[in-house]
């Protein structure tokens, strides 16, 4: 059981992004809990594809022996990019939100329709 | 400490439990299970695509439809913050 | 967002052309070493986000603006499904198919005429989908980057 320390660094940061998700006021605080759950997913998705004592999956200049897998690594790519697109449209939904009600708290904001 | 805040306690506390009790029961870290596929990526990767690097013959030629959605987030999330800015000029 | 001083400015035109190389470097050799189009593209755009920091964005959108970096996203784009569709008119009739590296491909001449002396290994179709997503990947970012620093700036009339 000692083995398997990357599975509890990976609850770690899943933890302490649900944790900032919910029990924050800041809107920016809520983003970077997200960004911190993803950051958790994709390392996980790595450590899924490991093999005891191997090499990066490349011919050119390699050292032979073992490889580890592929096709994990090219899922995390995937992640990676989707994460920074939902970033990036989460941020200006967060300025223009701010330019409207000019405060950032999440109990102030939307609700009363006079 | 209102009844919100005792619920949000409870579901990250039952989270947590679910997340370490599998921790505890998957595989040895370094030992995967089932690698079929992978070992039939890395024995014809220079053969069949003629590539050096495993990781971008699976990205471009064996799993090309994941690239192809991939791309499309992409295109839309760019769309989607240049339409948020966008001043009318009158 | 205004510039700044004289000195980042000369620092930054010394270094954005060896940054923008090395990133082109990666998009291109993306079958042979650790690369490809996405992790070229993010370096190159990082680049273009120094120049936009020491410049301000005011001037920055007067010498660019973003319907020229949409026309070149959109050009990426249609580049990457275009060598999708020829998959269906070459070789096995097969959409997104490496046409030129398959099983019946028109190009397979290229890694067997050197077989066993030194081994030529250009993928086929590979290379041409690293450019087409590399240039969609530097003209989103840049673009994403640009209109977000743009709009932060403090008009005169506040509606």
Not at chain 1, 11 to 30: E, Q, T
Not at chain 2, 59 to 65: E, K, L, Q, S
Not at chain 3, 11 to 36: C, D, E, K, Q, R
Request: glycine share 10%.
């Amino acid at each position: 059981m000692i083995y398997n320390i990357p599975y509890f660094a990976v609850i770690g940061l899943i933890i302490i992004g649900l944790y900032a998700v919910l029990f924050k006021r800041n809107l920016i605080k809520m983003v970077i809990g997200i960004t911190l759950i993803e950051s958790g997913v994709n390392l996980f998705l790595i450590t899924l594809g490991y093999r005891e004592g191997s090499t990066a999956p490349i011919y050119t200049l390699s050292p032979g022996g073992i490889m580890s897998m592929p096709v994990p690594q090219a899922l995390t790519l995937t992640s990676i990019v989707i994460g920074v697109a939902v970033l990036a449209l989460m941020l200006s939904f967060i300025i223009h939100i701010y330019r409207h009600y000019k405060t950032l708290d999440v109990g102030k904001i939307g609700g009363d329709e006079e | 400490m209102n009844k919100r805040d005792v619920l949000a306690i409870i579901f990250l506390t039952v989270v947590a439990v679910f997340l370490i009790y599998s921790a505890i029961m998957m595989h040895p870290f370094g030992v995967p299970d089932n690698s079929e596929m992978d070992d039939h990526i890395i024995d014809n990767t220079q053969t069949e695509v003629g590539a050096d690097n495993g990781v971008t013959s699976v990205v471009f030629d064996y799993r090309g439809f994941d690239t192809l959605g991939e791309a499309t987030v992409l295109f839309t999330a760019v769309a989607g913050v240049i339409m948020v800015f966008r001043r009318l000029k009158k | 967002m205004s510039g700044m001083s004289r000195i980042v400015k000369t620092m930054s035109n010394i270094i954005f052309p060896f940054v923008m190389i090395f990133g082109l470097y990666v998009i291109a050799h993306g079958h042979l070493t650790p690369g490809g189009g996405f992790q070229g593209g993010a370096v190159v755009a990082s680049a273009c986000a120094m120049i936009l920091v020491a410049y301000g964005s005011v001037w920055t959108m007067k010498k660019i603006k973003e319907k020229q970096l949409s026309i070149l996203e959109s050009l990426g784009a249609i580049g990457f499904i275009g060598l999708a569709f020829l998959g269906l008119v070459f070789a096995d009739k097969i959409f997104f198919d490496n046409f030129i590296m398959g099983p019946n491909g028109i190009g397979i001449i290229f890694n067997k005429s050197a077989e066993g002396l030194s081994n030529i290994n250009t993928a086929g179709v590979l290379p041409l989908m690293n450019f087409a997503v590399g240039l969609k990947v530097i003209a989103g970012l840049f673009a994403i980057v640009l209109v977000m620093a743009y709009a932060t700036v403090k008009v005169k009339e506040v509606e």
